[in-house]
């Protein structure tokens, strides 16, 4: 039994050196490599202009004007987008009072209507970049209280390694439909600005998706 | 069993990364925000302040009183006001007026489209006069009114911001008729002539008992209005 045994395992050790070989090849190699790099991609805000103290006591009609100019402090051309959010502290009706204005004034009252199928949302979820590229200033949203409208600002394409800046002209307006309720009130502005790579992104981008790797990054730098 | 559980979770953790991407496009994204803060309006205003009184009133007397109004918003306003009146409670009173006067010392008075600086105070003169108290029946009269003044922050009002009304009480009572004037008043408006004749002395001098005839203050002089300030 013992012999049979140390028969197999012989058998089985010339089997696999017949199979493998002994290197009896010649062989030789040679070996290249690279480092990749991810771009590196940034913007700068310069919020000089964005003051609180230039949108102080307005009236109905009033418009103060704003504004802010964005760098590409990175290695790769940006697009650039603005979610401006505004917090007014009294319902504001389904024209909104508060908005946002071009300096060409091309929001009219129409514009400032919620649309049915955004109403009673807080963010942008389903809107394309594709979307947004179509205007310059897109009203988004106002939620269910009727106090936070949404708006996004498409600031164009900022090319790498240029001096290229852009600044963003916008006049906020307290609308003539305001009403004596808007007396003494108050409205936060938050400008959120958003820097996106320009290549191989997707037609149907979300903003949504784009906000979520911001977030993400933020986290991601905060660790 | 701990092997399967963890085999699960890492099978979890690869599906979470290959569904939910860890970035996987570049966005860098910087924030600024501001507050707006929109007009206040409102008005402060006194209580009438009169300077004169008179126990006996004909057609030429005169009671004089002003109110100060004060814009205690942060712009500028218009200021407009409305001036409603009854004698002895009926609403007929043609026979009195209430109406804007400049005072002594020539200083302007506001007028409807005049702007009233933010935090601004203005002394409003008014004068009341009694071109026909000879159709009134002999006795003695009380006048109850009231001034409503309302700021807005366009000159009609129709846009902007408008304040809530602001009510100033004039009330005067027990006025008596000078009856010999009051014949020589009516004599006087037979004739078709202007009336200057002089009143009485004692018709312009007020007594201890006007205050209670009066909702308001009575000052005398005008040195006293000037160190009177607002309530």
Redesign the interface.
């Known amino acids: 039994m013992k012999k049979k045994r140390i028969a197999a395992a012989a058998g089985i050790i010339a089997i696999m050196s017949a199979l493998t070989g002994a290197y009896a090849y010649f062989t030789d190699t040679k070996c290249i490599d690279v480092v990749a790099t991810a771009a590196n991609l940034g913007i700068s805000v310069d919020a000089s202009k964005f003051t609180d103290e230039r949108v102080c006591d307005m009236l109905p009609g009033d418009c103060k004007e704003l504004s802010y100019t964005v760098s590409n402090t990175g290695e790769a051309d940006v697009m650039v987008f603005t979610e401006i959010t505004l917090i007014s502290s009294v319902p504001m009706s389904d024209t909104v009072e508060w908005f946002i204005q071009d300096l060409e004034g091309s929001m009219t009252d129409e514009d400032r209507q919620v649309d049915p199928k955004y109403y009673g949302k807080d963010f942008v979820d389903d809107i394309s970049i594709e979307e947004i590229k179509e205007n310059d200033i897109k009203f988004i949203s106002l939620t269910n209280n009727n106090k936070v409208a949404k708006f996004v600002v498409n600031n164009g394409v900022l090319e790498a390694n240029s001096d290229n800046t852009s600044t963003v002209d916008l006049k906020l307006m307290l609308g003539l439909n305001a009403g004596s309720r808007f007396m003494d009130s108050t409205c936060e502005v938050i400008a959120e600005v958003y820097g996106i790579q320009t290549k191989n992104i997707e037609d149907d981008l979300s903003w949504e998706f784009i906000k979520d790797v911001a977030w993400a990054n933020e986290d991601s730098e905060l660790l | 069993m701990k092997r399967s559980i963890g085999n699960t979770l890492l099978i979890l953790i690869i599906f979470l990364m290959m569904t939910g991407?860890?970035?996987?496009?570049?966005?860098?994204?910087?924030?600024?925000?501001?507050?707006?803060?929109?007009?206040?309006?409102g008005l402060k205003v006194s209580e009438p302040v009169f300077y004169n009184l008179p126990e006996e009133i004909s057609n030429d007397s005169e009671i004089d009183f002003s109110v100060k109004v004060e814009n205690t918003g942060?712009?500028p306003v218009y200021l407009s006001e409305n001036i409603t009146y009854e004698i002895n409670d009926r609403f007929d009173s043609e026979d009195i007026m209430i109406e804007k006067a400049e005072d002594e010392q020539e200083l302007k008075t506001i007028s409807s489209d005049a702007v009233l600086g933010s935090m601004e105070t203005r002394e409003i003169f008014y004068r009341i006069s009694f071109p026909g108290i000879q159709e009134t029946p002999e006795g003695s009269i009380s006048i109850n009114g009231s001034i409503i003044y309302t700021a807005s922050?366009s000159p009609d009002g129709s846009?902007?911001?408008?304040?809530e009304p602001e009510e100033v009480n004039i009330g005067i009572g027990n006025l008596k008729l000078y009856s010999d004037i009051k014949k020589e008043n009516a004599m006087v408006k037979d004739n078709d002539t202007d009336n200057n004749e002089e009143i009485p002395e004692s018709a312009y001098m007020a007594t201890e008992s006007t205050l209670d005839r009066i909702s308001g203050v009575f000052i005398s002089t005008a040195s006293e209005i000037e160190e009177d300030g607002m309530d």
């Not at chain 2, 846009?159 to 304040?163: E, Q």
């Open positions: 991407g860890t970035g996987a496009v570049y966005v860098d994204k910087k924030q600024k925000d501001i507050r707006v803060s929109s007009a206040s309006i942060s712009v922050t846009s902007g911001f408008v304040s």
